[in-house]
């Protein structure tokens, strides 16, 4: 798991991040836990969404599902991101949102992400990330 660590050596991220910081509490999103496949690319991300996110009934905000997509995604700068929305994402679920670099150009990183529950894809993305300049 590797949320914790990053968390931990950067407590000023936990504290003014969207999902660790003001997401992560109940009803909202209280579970957001983030593995990374050794020796890969890949990271799995298992989110709990509450009943407090809401667009329609019962049906959680795509800019939920967005905010998530990107967070999950990592630390770079967000240049393009988009989602297809597959199925409604319920309320009260849990996923696993698996996410991927597929290229890399230089300081850009293109990814892309399943949002899953139960081995049924509700939503997909693909996004450009660009990594900040080293100083």
């Known amino acids: 798991r590797i949320d914790q660590e990053i968390m931990t050596k950067n407590p000023i991220f ?3 991040n969207a999902v660790h910081g003001a997401m992560c509490k109940i009803g ?18 298992v989110v709990h969404v ?19 997509f990107d967070n999950s995604f990592g630390s770079a700068f967000t240049a393009n991101l988009n989602i297809n929305y597959r199925k409604p994402v319920l309320a009260n679920s849990t996923a696993i949102v698996r996410a991927r670099v597929t290229e890399i150009q230089g ?5 892309s992400a399943t949002w899953e529950t139960d081995g049924v894809v509700y939503a997909d993305a693909t996004t450009l990330f660009i990594a900040p300049r080293e100083e």
């Not at 300081?107 to 990814?111: E, H, I, V, W």
């Open 28 to 45: 909202h999103i209280p579970r957001y836990e983030v593995y990374e496949k050794i020796g890969s690319q890949e990271i799995a991300v």
């Open 14 to 16: 936990a504290e003014t």
């Open 50 to 68: 509450g009943d407090r996110l809401c667009g329609h009934p019962g049906i959680v905000h795509g800019g939920i599902t967005s905010m998530i």
């Open 107 to 111: 300081r850009k990183l293109f990814m």
